[in-house]
């Protein structure tokens, strides 16, 4: 096992790190207090402020942009849409970009590596036709639009997928897309052009093959934004994250991905890398909040000491290092399996770390709160809402409970266990 980066990817992640340091970093404090001005009534938070606009230009004139591309499907997107050098990368290879990225609110959006267009792009990618990548994918990979995944929804346990009520039901040449989703993020932007919307298309197949995933433009008559939510008190501007009712929303039938019935199979395809994202960027969020937590309990003193000397604060930095680098290597096994066969290859190790990095970085997040007393529950510091990040990670792409599930069931099932 070889979890070391490629040449090209060290010279990128070097190039990331570089590019922050000198142009996001410097910015990023102004960007904040500008969205906490529009929140007050300054102006409008939905609308992106310009400066990401010219974090944007300046990402993709030093070729850091779409850097999510992955090496066996980018292809000509590569050269086209992505870094220099006309090729994606191994998860291994992305790794440490992510995490680079993750010590930003705002970096993978600069660099066109945002959930959810990042694993919507890899759908259409890995599974979209020729028209369906040319009227959508390309323009998301241009930073022309942005897109939503709707696949959550507020009247069932949306944890266990088969139990989905809304309707994708193919009629002649269209399909006819009901119901309700929500926490459907990227809804609030005003560029967000396009759902990825999962339905039941045929409720007498098995329960792998009832669904299907279909494209629907935002501007098809039946849909509708029935409200942005918060997240524990953040609306997350400008992208956000909707409730959004479709009713009687007609659209062709080429615009299901991949051929009915395919939406499990495609959710897998997705969800595999998606999660390694996800982890590394909140490892990324992990280092900063200890980076920060140090610094404090070594410039604050309370009772004629350092804060690093009291009330067992050492050992809390300590356990927050050991923390952080193991779940780094686990996610990095978890790369480097799905780089060498696929989802299927990486089942247990792919739910070990959805489980194990946003618990991890809830706890070291916590920890640099803590330290940092009142003013870590302010917005004068990004732990408030790294926490809610990581928080909100334990739900999102399936909770906790599920993939220990999945775990134990992969692990019982080598003595003999049935499911």
Not at 100 to 106: F, L, N, T
Not at 142 to 169: K, L, Y
Request: with cysteine.
């Amino acid at each position: 096992m070889d979890l070391s980066p490629s040449p090209r990817a060290a010279d990128l992640t070097a190039r990331v790190r570089a590019f922050l340091a000198e142009e996001v970093d410097p910015v990023e404090s102004a960007y904040h207090d500008e969205l906490a001005a529009r929140r007050a009534g300054a102006g409008d938070p939905w609308q992106p402020l310009p400066v990401l606009e010219e974090l944007k230009a300046k990402a993709r004139e030093r070729g850091l942009w779409n850097l999510f591309l992955p090496k066996e499907h980018a292809g000509e997107y590569a050269a086209r849409f992505g870094t220099d050098g006309g090729e994606g990368l191994t998860n291994v290879d992305y790794a440490p970009l992510a995490e680079a990225m993750g010590r930003s609110a705002i970096a993978p959006l600069v660099m066109n590596c945002n959930a959810p267009d990042t694993g919507n792009m890899e759908v259409l990618l890995r599974y979209g036709s020729e028209a369906q990548r040319r009227d959508w994918l390309e323009p998301l990979l241009d930073g022309r639009i942005r897109s939503a995944f709707a696949m959550t929804e507020p009247g069932v346990a949306s944890s266990d997928a088969t139990t989905m009520e809304a309707t994708a039901v193919v009629d002649g040449d269209e399909v006819v897309v009901d119901g309700r989703k929500w926490w459907s993020t990227g809804v609030g932007h005003p560029d967000c052009a396009i759902f990825v919307f999962m339905g039941v298309t045929d409720p007498d197949a098995d329960r792998h093959h009832r669904h299907s995933m279909v494209l629907v433009p935002r501007d098809t008559p039946g849909v509708r934004i029935e409200r942005l939510l918060p997240a524990m008190g953040h609306f997350d501007e400008p992208l956000g994250h909707g409730e959004v009712s479709f009713t009687d929303v007609r659209v062709p039938a080429a615009n299901i991905i991949g051929g009915p019935g395919r939406a499990f199979e495609i959710a897998q395809g997705r969800l595999g890398p998606g999660r390694v994202h996800h982890c590394m960027r909140l490892i990324g969020l992990a280092e900063l909040a200890l980076e920060l937590a140090c610094k404090r309990a070594l410039e604050r003193t309370a009772f004629g000491k350092p804060l690093a000397n009291l009330g067992g604060n050492r050992e809390r930095i300590a356990d927050a290092r050991i923390a952080i680098d193991s779940a780094r290597l686990l996610v990095l096994d978890a790369a480097w399996k799905l780089d060498q066969g696929g989802p299927l290859n990486a089942l247990s190790e792919v739910a070990a770390i959805k489980v194990a990095v946003p618990n991890m970085a809830q706890q070291v997040i916590d920890f640099a709160i803590q330290v940092h007393g009142g003013a870590g529950l302010s917005e004068d510091f990004p732990l408030a809402g790294a926490f809610t990040a990581a928080r909100a990670l334990r739900l999102a792409d399936g909770p906790d409970e599920v993939h220990r599930g999945m775990v134990a069931r992969l692990e019982l099932g080598k003595y003999g266990a049935r499911r």
